[in-house]
């Protein structure tokens, strides 16, 4: 049996963000797509908006697949940190580049076969004399997912008219599609503005991209505690 894989699409974006912020979203990527394809999903790049310098992205649209991928994808979700001095600007302060990873409303799969389809014959309506009223020539033709149907009786021949209530139920479906794809992007493009800077989901710093240890932080806790400890023990 064949096991249906879990998906989700995410939208990694620079928001508005100069060229820093567009080359620390191209970094994501990278690190993004790695970490999925090392835990065992299968991630692929479904569209992607080129930034304004060579090697950056302004955004880019992730199709991710693969059992519990929700798991893997959830520490990403949020904002992104790179900590670097501007490999552009050299006399920039700014050290702080924010990239945003937002979870996409779940896609709808538009990919069909003539299973998909309920094919029905019935007699045409309207003037023709005898054989509309006798010969069932017209074709309603209803994509089941959907509901979506249609009916062709513009010809005498059942054959033809199949074939035209075939290309109408082709248009149907793109038409939803083209809706669909629109109400996406539009909601991406919502997702542009959201992004926050500030708390970061994570935290990568330098060119060469490496995750900031956050250990550190933890062990001054740690002998804070400690030291606390020894004084109370002490008193």
């Known amino acids: 049996m064949k096991t249906v894989l879990d998906k989700i699409i995410l939208l990694l974006t ?3 963000g ?4 567009q080359l620390a979203a191209a970094k994501t990527l990278a690190q993004l797509l790695e ?15 080129k930034g304004d310098e060579n090697g950056t992205i302004q955004s880019a649209v992730i199709e991710v697949k693969g059992t519990a991928c929700e798991r893997i994808v959830q520490p990403w979700l949020g904002t992104i940190l790179w900590i670097q001095k501007s490999p552009y600007r050299s006399s920039h302060g700014r050290k702080n580049w924010f990239v945003g990873v937002f ?3 779940p896609t709808t799969d538009f990919t069909w076969s003539e299973s998909d389809l309920n094919i029905q014959t019935m007699r045409s309506g309207g003037a023709g004399g005898q054989h509309v009223n006798k010969v069932s020539s017209a074709v309603r033709i209803t994509h089941t997912p959907t509901g979506i149907s249609v009916v062709a009786q513009d010809s005498r021949s059942q054959l033809q008219n199949k074939k035209i209530a075939l290309e109408r139920i082709k248009e149907k479906l793109k038409e939803l599609e083209t809706k669909h794809f629109s109400r996406m992007e ?6 542009h503005y959201q992004l926050e800077r500030g708390n970061p989901v994570k935290v990568f710093t ?3 991209f490496k995750i900031k240890q956050t250990e550190k932080h933890y062990k001054t806790k740690r002998q804070a505690l400690k030291q606390q400890l020894r004084k109370d023990l002490n008193e």
Do not use: I, Y
């Open 14 to 16: 620079a928001a508005n």
């Open 18 to 21: 100069p060229a820093e912020c």
């Open 35 to 49: 970490d999925c394809r090392a835990n065992g999903l299968e991630a692929s790049v479904l569209q992607r908006v």
């Open 103 to 105: 979870k996409c409303k």
């Open 186 to 191: 539009a909601d991406q493009w919502s997702k």
């Open 206 to 208: 330098g060119l060469e």
